[in-house]
């Protein structure tokens, strides 16, 4: 029981996490530093996708940010939108631009994506 109530804390401190870096992503843009932008915005998902894999240590996903982008995309059941978000947000700058409200767009919808992942598992 006391583990899963740390489980859960955990998860929830990683949510609270990944919310503030969408939100400093979205107060950055006016900055002009889009760069920071993307940075923030794959912190937010990996923040996310920490909490996903805390919850389903099964998925394996690693603690590195982009890895995990990069390994929940792979997953067979995972939507196309889900799926394209993943791709573009991790994709290298040099292979191509992503504007930075792309980035913010992409992490958002992996970010809804795990809430949804995790109501399904509070239901269980």
Known sequence: MIDNKNKLIKVNVLIAQGDNELKRARDE??????????????????????ALNEMFPELRLGSNFIAQIRKISLLKDLGETVKKACD?????????????????????????YVREELKLENKN
Request: hydrophobic share 45%; glycine share 6%; no cysteine.
């Open 29 to 50: 843009i006016s900055s002009g530093n889009f760069g920071k932008v993307r940075v923030l915005a794959r912190r937010a998902a990996g923040f996310y996708l920490t």
């Open 88 to 112: 573009d947000l991790s994709v290298r700058i040099s292979e191509k631009e992503i504007d930075a409200s792309a980035s913010i767009t992409n992490a958002a919808i992996i970010m809804n």
